[in-house]
T-cell receptor
Framework: DTAVSQTPKYLVTQMGNDKSIKCEQNLGHDTMYWYKQDSKKFLKIMFS???????INETVPNRFSPKSPDKAHLNLHINSLELGDSAVYFCASSQGSGGHTDTQYFGPGTRLTVL | GQNIDQPTEMTATEGAIVQINCTYQ??????LFWYQQHAGEAPTFLSYNVLDGLEEKGRFSSFLSRSKGYSYLLLKELQMKDSASYLCAAMDSNYQLIWGAGTKLIIKP
């Protein structure tokens, strides 16, 4: 069984389009995250949700909007895509109780290419 | 500010031992994580240290010195499949992970 899943795995789209990436975890975790990893491989936190509530919202353009319908899902919607949005986007989850239980488990990633 | 430093790239020989260092500066500290990331794949958890000392897990060991803001990941009996990036991440007082840029480890036969 896949612990953290994301769809789609690859996304190629034109500048200016709107797209969504879906994430689901079946680990029973309370906290979910979205990360962006650019070509330099640096992982940058974008958002974090705990039990459907936003707890981390880093400096990210407001074209990016997360939505958490329940604690097992955290989707990422991106409006008016730009060339600089091209990257790999990782979803992750953790138990969120502090310490070792905060080990984050990552989804397979979504490679977004904006043309 | 909060910061993680680790070497960009290291090269080692199959069967040898390699040590990847990481220094961190965070607002508070709730533990140090090491992750492995193969090219084109997701990061996977390797180890967690919150107390000073060495944690051994098979061929991989991780060490932490809280007073020095320092950790290392030790890989023994290197195999070709160990070629990957190794990410160091420190958890701050808000339980937020601060990530390093990763160390790309190249294993040569």
């Amino acid at each position: 069984d896949t612990a953290v899943s994301q769809t789609p795995k690859y996304l190629v789209t034109q500048m200016g389009n709107d797209k969504s990436i879906k994430c689901e975890q079946n680990l029973g975790h309370d906290t979910m995250y979205w990360y962006k990893q650019d070509s330099k491989k640096f992982l940058k936190i974008m958002f974090s949700y705990n039990n459907k509530e936003l707890i981390i919202n880093e400096t990210v353009p407001n074209r990016f909007s997360p939505k958490s319908p329940d604690k097992a899902h955290l989707n990422l919607h991106i409006n008016s895509l730009e060339l600089g949005d091209s990257a790999v986007y990782f979803c992750a989850s953790s138990q969120g109780s502090g310490g070792h239980t905060d080990t984050q488990y990552f989804g397979p990633g979504t490679r977004l290419t904006v043309l | 500010g909060q910061n993680i430093d680790q070497p960009t790239e290291m090269t080692a020989t199959e069967g040898a031992i390699v040590q990847i260092n990481c220094t961190y500066q965070t607002s508070g500290f709730n533990g140090l994580f090491w992750y492995q990331q193969h090219a084109g794949e997701a990061p996977t958890f390797l180890s967690y240290n919150v107390l000073d000392g060495l944690e051994e897990k098979g061929r991989f060991s991780s060490f932490l010195s809280r007073s020095k803001g320092y950790s290392y990941l030790l890989l023994k009996e290197l195999q070709m499949k160990d070629s990957a990036s190794y990410l160091c991440a420190a958890m701050d007082s808000n339980y937020q992970l601060i990530w390093g840029a990763g160390t790309k480890l190249i294993i040569k036969p």
